[in-house]
């Protein structure tokens, strides 16, 4: 099983900042790996696909970026509805999710 | 517009059965392999279970295997989840989701979009 770990677990930022999250894969994964959101009470929304595809509809202030086994999400400039959690997710293998990382208002 | 709407959820003692199912609309399901993906109370993600279009391969997690059984009928467009032996473990909000892309067989694939999930409690 491919083990993806996110960090940090917890981002505190203010609207209009730039926030960059992180996930490592335990394995070599190429660039197979998704970027989702989850909001409270809400079935996660895919945002980027094989590291760095916006999925449809997706602003362009998400871009993701990476390969192996780094791979980095990045929101240009933090609007009120980005605060969330996000997850990872690898389709190299048998897909695993990692364990999350919330961005919350500082 | 795709949409997933799962049902079937509910409180279940342990050892016990339950059938979840998602209908599907929007798309040619058939054309598309599915998934379940789960989600414990305040907990990450587990893929779960995936099934091909035509509902002739399927693949499972080792958390479930020899336990849950995922079928499909494309003449209703629905995606079904049997579970069985249910373990306290077990607990979770499960999600359908179309698998991505198209080229990729199950279950190498990214998942989109997701239904919005049916509870299910095992508890004594």
């Known amino acids: 099983e491919i083990v993806l770990t996110q960090s940090p677990a917890t981002l505190s930022l203010s609207p209009g900042e730039r926030a960059t999250l992180s996930c490592r894969a335990s394995q070599d994964v190429s660039g197979y790996l998704a970027w989702y959101q989850q909001k409270p009470g809400q079935a996660p929304r895919l945002l980027i696909y094989d590291a760095s595809n916006r999925a449809t509809g997706i602003p362009a202030r998400f871009s993701g970026s990476g390969s192996g086994t780094d791979f980095t999400l990045t929101i240009s400039s933090l609007e009120p509805e980005d605060f969330a959690l996000y997850y990872c997710q690898q389709r190299s293998h048998w897909p695993t999710f990692g364990g999350g990382t919330k961005v919350e208002i500082k | 517009e795709v949409q997933l709407l799962e049902s079937g959820g509910g409180l279940v003692q342990p050892g016990g059965s339950l059938r979840l199912s998602c209908a599907a609309s929007g798309f040619t399901f058939s054309s598309y392999a599915m998934s379940w993906v789960r989600q414990a109370p305040r907990k990450g993600l587990e893929w779960v279970s995936a099934i091909s279009g035509r509902g002739g391969s399927t693949s499972y997690g080792d958390s479930v295997k020899g336990r849950f059984t995922i079928s499909r009928d494309n003449s209703k467009n629905t995606l079904y989840l049997q579970m069985n032996s249910l373990r306290v473990e077990d607990t979770a909000v499960y999600y359908c989701?179309?698998?991505?892309?198209?080229?990729?067989?199950?279950?190498?694939?990214?998942?989109?979009?997701w239904g919005q999930g049916t509870l299910v409690t095992v508890s004594s």
């Open positions: 989701a179309r698998n991505l892309p198209q080229t990729a067989a199950a279950p190498y694939n990214w998942f989109d979009p």
